[in-house]
């Protein structure tokens, strides 16, 4: 039986997770204008919240999710406020928000380590009860169907909200020139603050899909950052939809690409596109 089907179906769920990841990173970044390394960690932060509600209290599965994609979005505000407004107030560089994105990503590691351990967890109770799906001759499970399609909703609704809502429009604003939006009457800390909210909740939820596809653990957050910036810059830097293009493009890249040689090619070949990017198109395939 050929491959080729079940290397399609893995590199649309591939680029799935990204998608969502390069989503929020995007977002956050086209209107904040720094890289927030600490946004890899809230995904960390969602699985582990399902695993204590769902797992160690016995909560009601989708309450538990809920909660969890609530909770890293409240943490993101949290961080905003407490690190990154102040900072940002006395007009720190993007090096200065760089540095300090590193260091929260550093301490909501450790923070999620000590409380529940540095041990491999998985968030399905009953792993082999999932239903398994065949699509042209490729296998994807209930999990991996369900984040493929919370990722075109998630990222449908972002565009429509762009596109038709005054909400949208303002953080295109504020993207586009924070010091004119405040001239007009926008409230940019408050923009900012939800911009942050609504993209800390999609990398909760993306930290949640993969705990129930392959497990969590307290740095899984920064393989999906890694893969989620890539993503970003091959698709273009600050643009949602570039993000999400460039997502599925390196999931293709990556599974296809060691079709014939051993699976921890994977990241060496995902960077090796990164670098051509970098030298050869380094505004990305969508200009901001």
Do not use: C, H
């Not at 290397?7 to 997770?17: E, F, M, T």
């Not at 911009?195 to 969590?216: E, K, P, Q």
């Amino acid at each position: 039986m050929s491959i080729i089907p079940q290397l399609i179906v893995n590199s649309i769920i591939a680029g799935a997770i990204y998608s969502m990841v390069a989503l929020g990173f995007n977002l956050i970044y086209g209107t904040a204008k720094f890289f927030d390394l600490g946004y890899g960690a809230l995904a960390a932060v969602g699985g582990y919240t399902v695993f204590y509600f769902y797992d160690g209290l016995g909560i009601n599965l989708y309450a538990s999710i809920i909660l969890g994609v609530f909770v890293s979005g409240a943490i993101g505000v949290l961080i905003y406020r407490l690190v990154y407004a102040p900072l940002r107030k006395r007009k720190s560089s993007s090096m200065v928000l760089l540095v300090a994105s590193l260091g929260v990503m550093t301490a909501l590691q450790s923070i999620v380590a000590i409380i529940f351990t540095s041990q491999f967890q998985t968030l399905s109770r009953d792993a082999g009860a999932e239903r398994i799906y065949t699509i042209f001759g490729g296998v994807i499970t209930q999990t991996q169907l369900v984040t493929l399609i919370l990722g075109v909703l998630i990222m449908i609704s972002i565009g429509l909200t762009f596109r038709y809502t005054l909400f949208g429009k303002a953080i295109k604003a504020v993207g586009d020139d924070e010091e004119v939006s405040k001239i007009v009457g926008i409230n940019t800390t408050k923009i900012i603050g939800w911009v942050f909210f609504i993209g800390s909740a999609i990398a909760g939820l993306a930290g949640i899909l993969v705990g129930f596809d392959t497990g969590i653990e307290p740095t899984m957050g920064l393989d999906l950052l890694l893969k989620g910036v890539i993503a970003s810059i091959i698709g273009g830097i600050g643009n949602v939809y570039g993000g999400v293009l460039g997502a599925f493009l390196l999931g293709f890249i990556e599974n296809f690409g060691i079709w014939k040689i051993s699976g921890e090619w994977k990241d060496a070949i995902a960077f090796a596109v990164l670098i051509i990017f970098l030298l050869f198109r380094p505004q990305g395939i969508l200009k901001k």
